[in-house]
């Protein structure tokens, strides 16, 4: 039987996720805590808690991604400045078109974390709205770590 209690504490295991705004990791505290002690109480609690954290890993590895696909290029353009800098003394716009690639680079991992940012609200708060419903929410992109 599901209650309205266990809907409640479902929403909050979702809206927990925010916490992560307010301290470190809290988009994996808060609802880890919430979910581990009432997970016991029912099956809708149990599979609220698990969606949530295997959003949140995989949003994770998502951002940890694209960090990592990042960063050489990032490593590239500063040498790539410096060597410039080097040769030529200083460095003006014009100069900056060779580096066309690497820029356009940024600016697609830049839209990809906004895309990813709003996907997190808007799933986040989804999964609120369905868990007060007593229905199961099915986060995209998430990959099942937690079975």
């Known amino acids: 039987m599901l209650t309205k209690n266990h809907k409640n504490i479902a929403s909050f295991i979702h809206i927990g996720t925010f916490a992560k705004y307010f301290f470190p990791f ?19 609690i149990d599979q609220n808690g698990k969606q949530v954290l295997n959003f949140q890993i995989s949003v994770l590895l998502y951002f940890i991604t694209m960090v990592l696909i990042c960063v050489p290029i990032a490593i590239n353009f500063g ?25 356009i680079a940024f600016i697609i991992l830049g839209f990809l974390s906004a895309i990813l940012l709003v996907i997190d609200l808007y799933a986040t708060i989804m999964g609120a709205i369905k868990a007060s419903e007593g229905e199961l929410y099915h986060y995209p992109l998430a990959i099942r770590f937690i079975k």
């Open 26 to 44: 809290g988009n994996f505290i808060a609802p880890l805590l919430i979910w581990t002690v009432n997970k016991d109480r029912s099956n809708f």
């Open 79 to 103: 040498f790539s400045i410096e060597q410039l800098n080097d040769i030529k003394g200083s460095i003006s716009f014009s100069d900056l078109t060779s580096f066309t690639g690497s820029i």
